[in-house]
C-alpha cells in the first residue's frame, strides 16, 4: 500500500473560514475534507492517505519557506511516496499554494501533483512547472471524475508508473 500525504487549505481541511486564513501549519494522521472521498478512490489503486497537512493559504503567503520546509519534512517523516496538493478548484490562493508546495516538493525528490480548476490563476503561472490534474470549478460537472484522475495520477506518480495517457488529465 503506497503512502499518499494530502495537503489542504483552511477551509478544504474543515477548520474555518476567511476568518482562519492565518492559520499555521498542522496536520493530523487521517483524510480530512475531500480526503474522506478521495481515500477509497486511492485504495483501488493500492494506496491510502495517511496524513492531511493543511495551512491558512495567506499564512502560507506570508511564510512560504517556513511552510515549505515544514511540510517536506513531514513529507519525508512520513515516508510519503506521493503527495496530492489540491483540490484548489478555483480558489487563486489555494491553488498558488498547492502548486507551490507541489514544485518545492518535487525539488526535494517527493513526487507531488496540485489539483485545480483551469479558472485559477495558479494553472498558468505553474502547468509547465508542476503537474496540475484538471477539475471543475466548485460546483461544476466533473467532479467525481476529476477526483478519480487525481487518484489515479497520484498513485500513479507513488508507483513511478506515469504514463502518456496519464498526461490527459492535466493542464
Given at each position: 500500500m503506497k503512502k499518499i500525504i494530502l495537503i489542504l487549505n483552511h477551509v478544504q481541511a474543515g477548520m474555518g473560514s476567511d476568518e482562519n486564513a492565518q492559520l499555521a501549519p498542522s496536520g493530523k494522521k487521517t483524510a480530512l475534507g475531500p480526503?474522506?472521498?478521495?481515500?477509497?478512490?486511492?485504495?483501488?489503486?493500492?494506496?491510502e492517505i495517511i496524513a492531511t497537512l493543511f495551512c491558512g493559504d495567506q499564512y502560507y503567503e506570508g511564510h512560504q519557506a517556513e511552510v515549505q520546509k515544514?511540510?517536506?519534512?513531514?513529507?519525508?517523516?512520513?515516508g510519503a511516496d506521493a503527495?496530492?496538493?489540491g483540490p484548489a478548484m478555483h480558489y487563486p490562493y489555494f491553488g498558488e499554494m498547492a502548486a507551490s508546495l507541489a514544485e518545492a516538493l518535487n525539488k526535494h525528490g517527493i513526487p507531488a501533483a496540485a489539483a485545480m480548476s483551469e479558472e485559477n490563476p495558479?494553472?498558468?503561472?505553474?502547468?509547465k512547472r508542476v503537474a496540475i490534474i484538471k477539475m471543475p470549478k466548485k460546483g461544476?460537472?466533473?467532479?467525481n471524475d476529476?477526483?478519480?484522475?487525481?487518484?489515479?495520477?497520484?498513485?500513479?506518480?507513488?508507483?513511478?508508473k506515469e504514463t502518456q495517457e496519464m498526461q490527459k488529465m492535466l493542464f
Open positions: 480526503g474522506q472521498t478521495l481515500n477509497p478512490l486511492f485504495k483501488e489503486h493500492d494506496a515544514k511540510f517536506i519534512g513531514f513529507a519525508k517523516k512520513f503527495v496530492l496538493c495558479a494553472v498558468e503561472k505553474y502547468e461544476g460537472i466533473g467532479l476529476s477526483f478519480k484522475n487525481m487518484a489515479a495520477y497520484v498513485s500513479a506518480l507513488a508507483n513511478g
